[in-house]
T-cell receptor, first 117, second 112 residues
Framework: DTGVSQDPRHKITKRGQNVTFRCDPI?????LYWYRQTLGQGPEFLTY????????KSRLLSDRFSAERPKGSFSTLEIQRTEQGDSAMYLC???????????????FGQGTRLTVV | RKEVEQDPGPFNVPEGATVAFNCTYS??????FFWYRQDCRKEPKLLMS???SGNEDGRFTAQLNRASQYISLLIRDSKLSDSATYLC?????????????FGSGTRLLVRP
């Protein structure tokens, strides 16, 4: 399967624990995004990488959230001291930027569903 | 005000009906536009890009009105399999930033 893959698919954790999610984008995609989605809402932008550089971070992302993409390939999203409000689907997407092209499709992984109890 | 707004629906239509969704965006710097489809508990998938001149893909037609800052999606001859949530997506590019902004989605239910 050469699509975007996310691991784990599901995570149940106790409040206060730290969790880390992994995203493997489509090979050679230089852009990688993290989104959060709750029931009945569209995906909310969290952060964006171009290669290994994190170019933007949403104000939604408190200092408990951190994302990395150390080698410009896979990415991790860590949530420290989880709260019940962090329960959501965390989606990763990737796309390829070539020159000034803007209309590039973003491909999504199947997401990691986090439940904080 | 949300950056991208959609009527949440649900739109409940019979098979064969024509249905249209609108989406408005607030930032005039928005540069590219898409419709994504999301099935229940699945990831979003690209349905179609939206071009300034409007574009059609089979039963689906997308239109863009930059002056009024809205985009639309028309589905003709609805099928049961069209039941899903349709997400309006805007690409906002500012400086080195490039991000896809999603609407909350419009839910479509096609009944037999």
């Amino acid at each position: 399967d050469t699509g975007v893959s996310q691991d784990p698919r599901h995570k149940i954790t106790k409040r206060g624990q730290n969790v880390t999610f992994r995203c493997d984008p489509i090979s050679e995609h230089n852009r990688l995004y993290w989104y959060r989605q709750t029931l009945g809402q569209g995906p909310e932008f969290l952060t964006y990488f171009q290669n290994e550089a994190q170019l933007e971070k949403s104000r939604l992302l408190s200092d408990r959230f951190s994302a990395e993409r150390p080698k410009g390939s896979f990415s991790t999203l860590e949530i420290q001291r989880t709260e019940q409000g962090d329960s959501a689907m965390y989606l990763c997407a990737s796309s390829f930027r070539q020159g000034g092209t803007l209309n590039t499709e973003a491909f999504f992984g199947q997401g990691t569903r986090l439940t904080v109890v | 005000r949300k950056e991208v707004e959609q009527d949440p629906g649900p739109f409940n239509v019979p098979e064969g009906a024509t249905v249209a969704f609108n989406c408005t965006y607030s930032n005039s710097a928005s540069q590219s536009f898409f419709w994504y489809r999301q099935d229940c508990r699945k990831e979003p998938k690209l349905l179609m890009s939206v071009y300034s001149s409007g574009n059609e893909d089979g039963r689906f037609t997308a239109q863009l009105n930059r002056a009024s800052q809205y985009i639309s999606l028309l589905i003709r001859d609805s099928k049961l399999s069209d039941s899903a949530t349709y997400l309006c997506v805007v690409i906002l590019r500012m400086d080195s930033s490039y991000k896809l902004i999603f609407g909350s989605g419009t839910r479509l239910l096609v009944r037999p």
